[in-house]
């Protein structure tokens, strides 16, 4: 069973509008929520997180919102750039033993920003 | 540079030959983790391990082993590959403590013929 899910394989906005991503969990003693970007050729990278005592996490262009009763969370660029053209994956993870040790992804949406 | 490194970066090989991709991190980070990419199923955890000498099963831990002997090294085993565990490996690490995020490596794509 798909504990994190992001529904849309692809996604594609012109350069300087907004690009919103999407994902939804299951399970309930997820708190907290990652995004990571991974570029063709590289591992992924770290791009922005939030805990679940909040709703909204902001860092530059980069917004997450956490919305824990609909076990749903989101990604907000603005303005999106060409160089944001990657693929994003949202994971989740239950903060226990001292650590959030294991990651739950999602498959991932491929996000193409056109010039 | 506070990185993770993984060798090969590149594999092709036959079902049965036993072989080792190497993960080493720099960063003195108690835990580290294996994953694999496949196309429409994201990344999927392998084998992880909290500390030197203490390793556990993943989601997809079946056909792999792992040791954790010194603490920087993560090695993935593949015994007796097969072609099913043809797929993009990714090595990742972090330290103890609230909420942090994981480094990964640069991945190793492995083709088992």
């Not at chain 2, 072609?83 to 994981?102: D, H, I, K, M, R």
């Amino acid at each position: 069973d798909q504990q994190v899910k992001q529904n849309s394989p692809s996604l594609s906005v012109q350069e300087g509008r907004i690009s919103i991503l999407n994902c939804d969990y299951t399970n309930s003693m997820f708190d907290y929520f990652l995004w990571y970007k991974k570029y063709p050729a590289e591992g992924p990278t770290f791009l922005i997180s939030i805990s679940s005592i909040k709703d909204k996490n902001e860092d530059g262009r980069f917004t997450v919102f956490l919305n824990k009763s609909a076990k749903h969370l989101s990604l907000h660029i603005v303005p999106s750039q060409p160089g944001d053209s990657a693929v994003y994956f949202c994971a989740a993870s239950i903060f226990s033993g001292g650590s959030n040790y294991k990651l739950t992804f999602g498959k991932g949406t491929l996000l193409t920003v056109n010039p | 540079e506070a990185q993770v490194t993984q060798n090969p970066r590149y594999l092709i090989t036959v079902t049965g030959k036993k072989l080792t991709v190497t993960c080493s991190q720099n960063m003195n980070h108690e835990y580290m983790s294996w994953y694999r990419q496949d196309p429409g199923l994201g990344l999927r955890q392998i084998y992880y391990s909290m500390n030197v000498e203490v390793t556990d099963k993943g989601d997809v831990p079946e056909g792999y082993k792992v040791s954790r002997k010194e603490k920087r090294n993560f090695p993935l085993i593949l015994e007796s590959p097969s072609p099913n565990q043809t797929s993009l490996y990714f090595c990742a690490s972090t330290t103890s403590g609230f909420y942090n995020e994981q480094f990964f490596g640069p991945g190793t794509r492995l083709t088992v013929l």
